[in-house]
């Protein structure tokens, strides 16, 4: 399995982002990754506006996760209507 970090920005009116964060946490356990950590940035104005939002609340999530399993997963998260944009980047092994 390799490491990645992934930045997820979520709905800033969400009423629970902690039960978005535990779907996002679920969906990586479903393909058979290992969630480390989860960084909670939250609340923030965003540089640009993204379909009409200013605001939006930051997480950023490591977890391993095998190579050929992350394409699917970009698909679930993408399945995700709370998910305004994510990012995954594959970290160095240690």
Aim: hydrophobic share 40%; no cysteine.
């Amino acid at each position: 399995m390799r490491p990645y970090e992934m930045m997820v920005l979520l709905e800033a009116d969400l009423e629970d982002h902690s039960a978005e964060l535990d779907g996002i946490k679920e969906v990586i356990a479903k393909l058979g990754g290992d969630v480390d950590k989860v960084d909670i940035w939250g609340k923030r104005r965003l540089a640009y506006p993204i379909d009409k939002r200013t605001e939006g609340y930051y997480a950023l999530v490591y977890f391993k996760l095998d190579p050929s399993k992350q394409k699917e997963m970009t698909r679930l998260l993408g399945l995700r209507t709370a998910i305004v944009r994510n990012l995954v980047i594959r970290l160095d092994q240690e």
